[in-house]
T-cell receptor, first 111, second 114 residues
């Protein structure tokens, strides 16, 4: 089945530093979603990318979808302690809503 | 809008018993809901796709006779873990949306089997 690789698994940063997590697929994707899960919480939808080369921004978060629609990244500028949690990408290559989740990147921010 | 609830939020049961988990879309109708399982410090694994009015579609390796899914209405899907064993202890999460581009997750149900 489809595999989605997400790196790094863990990232520890000092508050104010930037953070990036990457998601790679072996197959071309219909779309990719990003979610954030706080410790003890449930995944919360952040964004969906559909178009090749698409770039979307949400305040300090920048999401990119690769030109080949096989990879994506989430970049956080000037991290804050409220950014802590695990960030998952979820890739759909069927456009049927059935997404495969990456293993997630757990971000910790030291104040 | 697009709120998804789950009940119960946590449950402890004895080995061999069955547990039912409900997933409800509170302010929209969901023809399709998805059930995921998440073990500690792991990612979400899709178990099955719940289709209103028809049989669920299970992912490879998921026992359909053990994890019974019923999607009786456009706002309710249930997952029943039958003859639960300790290895079934996990965080079960459902998701639903008004379309495939805005799935919303429920708060999850933590199942502990003793």
């Amino acid at each position: 089945g489809q595999q989605v690789m997400q790196i790094p698994q863990y990232q520890h940063v000092q508050e104010g530093e930037d953070f990036t997590t990457y998601c790679n697929s072996s197959t071309t994707l219909s779309n990719i979603q990003w979610y954030k899960q706080r410790p003890g919480g449930h995944p919360v939808f952040l964004i969906q990318l559909v178009k090749s080369g698409e770039v979307k921004k949400q305040k300090r978060l920048t999401f990119q979808f690769g030109e080949a629609k096989k990879n994506s990244s989430l970049h956080i500028t000037a991290t804050q302690t409220t950014d802590v949690g695990t960030y998952f990408c979820a890739a759909d290559n069927t456009n049927a809503g059935k997404s495969t989740f990456g293993d997630g990147t757990t971000l910790t921010v030291k104040p | 809008g697009a709120v998804v609830s789950q009940h119960p939020s946590w449950v402890i049961c004895k080995s061999g018993t069955s547990v039912k988990i409900e997933c409800r879309s509170l302010d929209f109708q969901a023809t399709t809901m998805f059930w995921y399982r998440q073990f500690p410090k792991q990612s979400l694994m899709l178990m099955a796709t719940s289709n209103e009015g028809s049989k669920a579609t299970y992912e490879q390796g998921v026992e359909k006779d053990k994890f019974l899914i019923n999607h009786a209405s456009l706002t309710l899907s249930t997952l029943t873990v039958t003859s639960a064993h300790p290895e079934d202890s996990s965080f079960y999460i459902c998701s639903a949306g008004t379309g495939f581009r805005d799935l919303n997750f429920g708060p999850g149900t933590r199942l502990t089997v003793t």
